[in-house]
């Protein structure tokens, strides 16, 4: 028990039914506010967990703003930013967003969304000139990727917000790779921030969830569409994600450090064309990371996802993340241990080669999503699967 006589951590609330006590009571219950704990009529639409999981990534996201910010959880990452577009898109809305955007995401837009007359036109988020040419008197959404899900591409949220809010539209951004302790987008003109919560905000990849955090009125439009289509978070799922919470500021510092000494290290092997990671002083993302996101004595924290693509071209890089001993192919990213996807034949393997071309995805492309292991482990490690593969040549 704490002090002031509450648990020290959070408790698992099982599903109800919840005792409601008698008719008259159940018939006045006023809708659950937003944000705030109960009434919970149904289990299955709002309980405890859920809501306390919420209200803490609210007060990370929104610990700078003024105005009050709140939040939904969802039962996944693909659930949030589902009901995102089912509650602001309709039949002939357009959407602009990333050409390199979460493949989930991209198969909503481009099999789900356009059955229902969403249109959506995917852009290079980095070149604000495309981004503007690609917006229309019709387009309601901009959507936006803090750093980018595969060569962690950084969006200048402030210009990208002026540009959207030009014409009316909102600018949602998914931060999943650049938790809070990174970047809170909300302070950069944001209207909308989601995360699919498994990966930093969980981090033990044992719990899957998503969250969407924002101003009460756009949040309470997206709580009718999460109770209308059952995307709702379990209470042993909050539960674990909300625990997650606790240790956020740690391993994010640990992961975001050891990502720059990883990516500056695997830079410099000559089997190895290029690498993008926006902490490089290279990296056409460096200047905007420096400006939007936080710094600690181990420098700016530029996120742990660092793409690697060594000469060679496609088989190279597939063979190149075969190769790796310590560092685990597979998914999610942001979890204790260190996970390395080949992205032409895993994440972005229904994306033929003009929309990797479009996404600046090279077919030879790993990525690496640093875990807590020690740098230089995963530094030799990498070097020998380079070793391997001979001497580097142009692709």
Known sequence: MGSDGWPAAPAVSEPGPWDLGENTRAAHLPPPPVPGLGPFARASCDHPAAEAFAAAVAALEGSRLAQPTVAQ???????????????????????????SMHPGAYGFLRNVAARFGVRADFVDMTNLREVQAALRPETRIV????????????????????????????????????PPVVCRPLEHGADLVLHAAARYLG??????????????????????VRIDTGGSLGPDQATALRRGLETLPVRVRRQCSTAMVFAAAVARHPGVR?????????????????????????????????????????????AFADRLRIAQVGEPAGGPQTKASHLASTAYREFDMAALAAARIDPAAVRFAIGLEDGEDLIADAHLALDSLGPGREA
């Open 143 to 178: 959507y936006a990727e803090t750093l980018g899900h595969a060569t962690a591409a950084v969006a200048d949220l402030p210009s990208v917000a002026g540009l959207a809010h030009g014409i009316g539209a909102l600018l949602v951004v998914d931060s999943t790779l650049a």
């Open 274 to 318: 290029t690498v993008d990671y926006p902490g490089l002083a290279h990296d056409r993302g460096n200047e905007v990371a420096r400006r939007l996101f936080d710094a600690g004595p181990e420098g700016t924290r530029c996120g742990a996802i660092v793409t690697v693509t060594p000469h060679g071209g496609r088989e190279v890089g597939y």
């Open 203 to 224: 981090s033990h990849s044992d719990a899957s969830g998503g969250v969407v955090a924002g101003r009460p009125d756009l949040i309470g439009m997206i709580r009718g």
């Open 73 to 99: 959880a969802f039962a996944s990452g693909m659930a949030a930013i589902s009901a995102v577009f089912w509650t602001f898109a309709q039949a002939g809305t357009h959407v602009v967003a990333p050409a």
